[in-house]
């Protein structure tokens, strides 16, 4: 009886710790004008055979090959035909898991095991554009001057322009996107300067960062006002999964780490 017992909790153990799995680390990776996976290192763990590979999501890797999209899973199997001609990364939206692809000339939302679903979305149309935060209006404009009349203090000859998409409210801390002579930075509502006033552009860019263009190149500042990346791509784009996918000086395209590691090479 008693080792039966110990069979049982063997077998429930087992079955915990399999439902924890964290999935592994997959980071598209680019080998002259192919596409693999590699670990958080940039070990190729999924060989460079496709035109494009994309971050996972909810457990499938999008892909294409011979002009055809489709789907793999962490083992680099083929988990879903490529045999779309166009084809999303998977998403979550209000608990249903679906991705958009077009198959024969039809568009279809379907589900990881790739079976057609059909589900309707709504989404509120009021996003309340002229809320207040900080003490200050957001402008309804694309591009409004205005007075920001609490403690910061702009040097005389300066000027404040706003846009209600780069000002942000973090941690009860607002930080203001700002452009004097010397170009677009950033202070804090404490008048900390944050970033230099040095860019010809500064966007807020997924909330925690700031992209800048400096010199025709792009780069990347946390909100804390520390260099992240530093700006030496024609394009910069942060993604929800923790990458950032960049565009270098010959129009290829790549993935980097928060840590600026390149995810790419030339064979």
Known sequence: MKMY???LLFFYCHLVVAQNVIPPL??????????????????LLIPAKYQEANPY????GLVKR????????????????????QATNFRSERGVI?????????????????????????????????????????????YSTYHFDTNIDIEKGDSITLNFL???YPDNNCILLAKKETGWGAISKENHNLIPFENDTLLLEQYDYYKFKKNSRWGL????????????????QVLDNSLILVTIANGKKGYLSFTGKEYFREP
């Open 221 to 236: 500042y946390h909100k804390s006002g520390k260099l992240l990346i530093e700006n030496k791509y024609t394009s910069l």
């Open 166 to 168: 780069q000002f942000f």
């Open 66 to 85: 011979k002009g055809k999209f489709g789907y793999v899973d962490y083992n680099g199997k083929v988990a879903l035909p490529i045999q779309y001609t």
């Open 26 to 43: 997959l980071i598209p990776y680019r080998v002259g004008n192919n596409w693999g996976y590699s670990d958080s290192t940039g070990k």
């Open 57 to 60: 999501c909810y457990g499938r």
């Open 98 to 142: 679906y991705a958009k692809v077009t198959y024969k000339s039809k568009s279809l939302l379907i589900n990881a095991s790739g079976k057609p679903i059909s589900v309707q979305f709504i989404f509120p149309t009021d996003y309340g554009l002229n809320s207040i935060i900080c003490g200050v209006t957001r402008p309804t404009k694309p």
């Open 5 to 7: 017992y110990c069979i």
